[in-house]
């Protein structure tokens, strides 16, 4: 019996189109495979040369691949299974409404195995068959035995694809199950004939249980407060990249999976501690001096983390703290440093423990002791709806939400945490000194007419005082010097910040040292406490103040 599945792909894959001779790789094999199977290394209709895998010696299957293109309109495993006999199957969703001549790169695998070689080397089938009859009739092939099958045939076109590009140094895309359509079609025939005893679907498991996902989709869904998932917060770096973790799963990227999980997790916890710092109203740019980026997340977790919140932070005790060191961050480690192929279990529960790690933080920031001393940032990595969870929604939390006099807590917490990293690439590198993002602002203090000329670069997190603002005068437009007569209005803003166009005559301006950017630029606050938002430092900025009246005038023309 043999099992005949058509594995097809919607991409091209860059196979070479010619491959050394069988001969060149294993003289001796190649010369066993010849004399007892002459049609399988060789078409004897064309002459042209098969694409064998063997194991040990002994033939597993005969492998064909096939570049094509196939209609926009139609799904390749569709048009294959109606190609190869002749059935009519539905299976594509109706993309009729695209153009007929629409056509994608397609690459396809034609995977033969002899059923009875798959018996002898899976003796953990031998229950389903009665004295390895090498299933004579179609009747017995199950649908154990068709996935076990379409196991053996992914693992084969895997192997094949890496020998490909061991040999040619091709691009090859990292075949696997879960770039596959969810059905995949086969035929079975009799190993001395051309007769179809049966033909249909296999189903295939991993890329249905990828699109599923129920278990993953309920752990997200109790992650945060919906109301603020349509504005920045301080959990989306972690969501984002446990979206791309996820997305390499379902691709069969099982170590990208791993790495980008870990990644997650050490974001999480940085993002935790920041916040811990800009509640406690300690300025980033000293944190970033007291930050040492050379020890690993986990000597940061044991010994950082105890003096804001309390308790025991020990990873070899268990609990959910060990199962991220042993589960994710040892496990990255090993993908990383010893080039581990992570399973699908493996990556599947360093899915699961970094989700419980949120709900692990979350638990022990919003205790009543922590929940005092860090309102806030429970708030925003908790949600409403997380404290209401845990009966910690309280009035005293929602009195201090409603304050008139609190900033909006997402933009200020993520000033900080933006001038936090800014700082800390500075610290390594030095401000990047001609970045892409520019411009030159005024900035005007109402209470005394007091005017400021800066360089601020906002992506790079910087800014700089002009040392001769003069020069700008001459280049101010009308409606700018208007804005800075009405500045002078008892209704202004504390602070008014006008952009300025850089001209070619502006270009012989001379500026002042850098400093991060909430320094000198208004807007920009980081604070929620005392001193809720430190003065800018305009002590040593030289100012435009002194040609007031050219301003002036030059607005009343």
């Not at 752990?219 to 973790?245: K, S």
Request: net charge negative.
């Amino acid at each position: 019996m043999v099992l005949t599945l058509y594995l097809a792909i919607e991409q091209s894959l860059h196979m070479p189109k010619k491959l050394l001779d069988v001969q060149v790789l294993n003289p001796e094999l190649a010369e066993l495979l010849t004399s007892a199977h002459p049609r399988i290394l060789k078409d004897p209709a064309t002459g042209e040369q098969r694409r064998p895998l063997n194991e040990l010696g002994l033939i597993r299957a005969e492998v064909e691949y096939r570049e094509t293109t196939i209609p926009v309109s139609q799904s390749a495993t569709a048009r294959l299974a109606a190609e190869e006999f002749g059935s009519d199957i539905r299976h594509a969703p109706n993309l009729g409404r695209l153009h007929e001549k629409e056509s994608l790169e397609a690459s396809v695998f034609v995977v033969s195995i002899h059923l009875n070689t798959l018996v002898m080397l899976r003796p953990e089938l031998r229950n389903s068959f009665v004295y390895y009859n090498y299933l004579r009739t179609a009747e017995l092939v199950s649908e154990r035995v068709l996935e076990a099958s379409l196991e053996e045939a992914i693992q084969i076109v895997s192997r094949w694809s890496q020998a490909s590009y061991k040999l040619a140094r091709n691009t090859v895309h990292l075949f696997g199950s879960k770039i596959l359509d969810p059905q995949i079609p086969y035929v079975l025939q009799p190993g001395d004939s051309d007769n179809i005893l049966r033909a249909g679907f296999v189903k295939n498991r991993s890329r249905t249980a990828a699109i599923q996902s129920e278990r993953l989709a309920r752990t997200l869904n109790t992650l945060d407060d919906f109301d603020v998932a349509d504005r920045d917060g301080p959990l989306d770096e972690f969501l984002m990249t446990m979206q791309e973790a996820t997305s390499a799963f379902n691709r069969g990227l099982n170590r990208s999976a791993v790495v980008m999980t870990a990644t997650a997790a050490e974001s999480l916890f940085n993002t935790l501690l920041q916040l811990l710092h800009w509640e406690k109203c300690m300025l980033p740019d000293d944190i970033a001096e007291q930050w040492d980026e050379l020890a690993g997340i986990q000597a940061r977790v044991k010994s950082e983390f105890s003096s804001f919140l309390g308790g025991n932070w020990d990873l070899s005790q268990p609990g959910p703290l060990h199962d991220w060191a042993q589960r994710v961050a040892n496990l990255r480690n090993d993908v990383v440093h010893g080039g581990l192929i992570p399973s699908d279990p493996e990556v599947q529960a360093a899915f699961e423990t970094t989700y419980g790690l949120v709900t692990e933080l979350v638990d022990r920031l919003t205790n009543q002791r922590n929940l005092n001393r860090f309102t806030r940032t429970a708030v925003l990595l908790a949600g409403n709806q997380g404290l209401e969870k845990r009966n910690r929604w309280t009035r005293r939390v929602r009195n201090l939400q409603e304050m008139v006099s609190e900033p909006d807590w997402h933009a200020c917490s993520q000033n900080w945490i933006a001038q936090h990293l800014n700082c800390l690439r500075a610290k390594q590198t030095g401000w990047k000194e001609k970045p892409l993002n520019c411009e030159i602002i005024l900035v005007i203090r109402s209470a005394d007419g007091f005017i400021a000329a800066l360089e601020h670069a906002p992506d790079e997190g910087w800014a700089r005082s002009v040392l001769n603002p003069e020069t700008l005068v001459a280049e101010l437009p009308t409606s700018i010097a208007r804005v800075i007569l009405d500045a002078k209005s008892p209704d202004s803003a504390a602070y008014i910040t006008l952009q300025i166009e850089r001209t070619r005559s502006v270009q012989g301006i001379l500026f002042g040292e850098r400093l991060p950017a909430y320094r000198l630029v208004p807007n920009l606050r980081i604070m929620v406490g005392p001193p809720r938002n430190p003065e800018l430092e305009f002590k040593k900025v030289p100012t435009i103040t002194d040609h007031w009246r050219d301003c002036q005038s030059r607005a009343q023309l």
